[in-house]
């Protein structure tokens, strides 16, 4: 049968996850043809809420399969590409088979099921040194289950608003003072990755070097650190060996004798 590309336009993420749910019900009930679905939109539940996401192109195939299409810009050498790189593009293209497995569980039912959402996913390269492009099948299996155990331990959102204090609200319309005694009352968790990915990061690094958490260092050199939390038992404990108290880290005693060291 003949090809369709369906027009996904839609104002909002939304809407666009909507849309795209539509497109994918009508290719679901027309088999014998294939679909192609240019940057649809799915939603995935993570931790209570929908995040949505973006893959290159889904494709539905004639037999009702589904399957994700990754386009990257590394390329692919003599039929091999860069193992890391597509390590990368298979753990991120095995949350957007989470995520269409979703939007099949949502059609309505059927004959013979939800349609079956492959977890062989095309991945796109340039081949060799050119503009052609080439394409591999790549299994996301393992990354797929490793992503579902990841979201499956994530808490929920409802469950971390229940454990907040009844006056805490994070509404930005709130006035200043009121927003900032909000956001102070949550402990901060920071370490210099958050930089990069969160608007509060500033505000966490600062209470972190308030408090001398040697999260602020890093987590590598956090880890290193073992049982030392605080820049001033680290500074104590390179005074004195002894100084790491009793219960401290089983690690600690190397931990010391490296900072004497250094």
Known sequence: GGGEVPDLAA?????????????????????????LLDHPMLA????GSDAFLEPDAVVVHPDGGWSVVEIKSFPMLD??????KVGAAARQAAVYVLALEEAAARLPERPGGPPDVRHQVLLVCPKDFSNLPTGAAVDVRK??????????????????????PDDVCFDPGRPADALLRSV??????????????CELAFHCRERARAAG??????????GELGGLTSVEEVLTAAASPESAGEGADPGADATVAALRRA
């Open 184 to 197: 102070e009352s949550v402990p901060a968790a920071y370490a210099p990755e958050c930089l990069s990915a």
């Open 79 to 84: 039929g091999s590409a860069d193992a890391a």
């Open 44 to 47: 995935l539940e993570v931790a």
């Open 213 to 222: 958490d040697v999260s602020a260092l890093g987590r590598s050199v956090r």
């Open 143 to 164: 990354q797929r289950a490793v992503t579902r155990r990841q979201l499956s331990r994530l808490t929920r959102v409802e469950e971390l608003a229940a454990a907040l």
């Open 11 to 35: 104002p909002g993420p939304a809407e666009r996850a909507a849309r795209t749910g539509e497109a994918l019900r009508e290719a679901a009930g027309r088999p014998g043809g294939w679909t």
